[in-house]
Nanobody, 125 residues
Framework: QVVESGGGSVQPGGSLRLSCAASSGPVTDYYTIAWFRQAPGKEREGLACINLRSGNTDYAQSIQDRFTISADNAGNTVFLQMNSLKPEDNAVYSC???????????????????WGQGTQVTVSS
């Protein structure tokens, strides 16, 4: 299992850093980690992913210049740094994990069998 933290409320233009950790063991037990979000009434959207073996990352075009995915050196946590947040970023953010060996990573929901419960991000003035 993976667990998210770091959600909350922020004003437009602000920043938040979300964390994704494995509930037992290092997150590097997984090959790839991805962040998704789902806003009310909308489909779940893949935002960013990282391959913890190769370091390769991928981003959705909608957030590419504002969000950054990274992993700490100890391999315990994957982060999603979110800057210049907008009201349209309001959503439940989830991290997902896969143990399938790969060179890169995917933003497709079906690529990830392990999901966290999600954390709410609210952007409002």
């Amino acid at each position: 299992q993976v667990v998210e933290s770091g959600g909350g409320s922020v004003q437009p233009g602000g920043s938040l850093r979300l964390s994704c950790a494995a509930s037992s063991g290092p997150v590097t037990d997984y090959y790839t980690i991805a962040w998704f979000r789902q806003a009310p009434g909308k489909e779940r959207e893949g935002l960013a992913c990282i391959n913890l073996r190769s370091g390769n990352t991928d981003y959705a075009q909608s957030i590419q210049d504002r969000f950054t995915i990274s992993a700490d050196n100890a391999g315990n946590t994957v982060f999603l740094q979110m800057n210049s947040l907008k009201p349209e970023d309001n959503a439940v953010y989830s991290c997902a994990a896969s143990r399938l060996a790969a060179r890169s990573c995917s933003l497709r929901i079906v690529s990830y069998p392990t999901w966290g419960q999600g954390t709410q991000v609210t952007v409002s003035s």
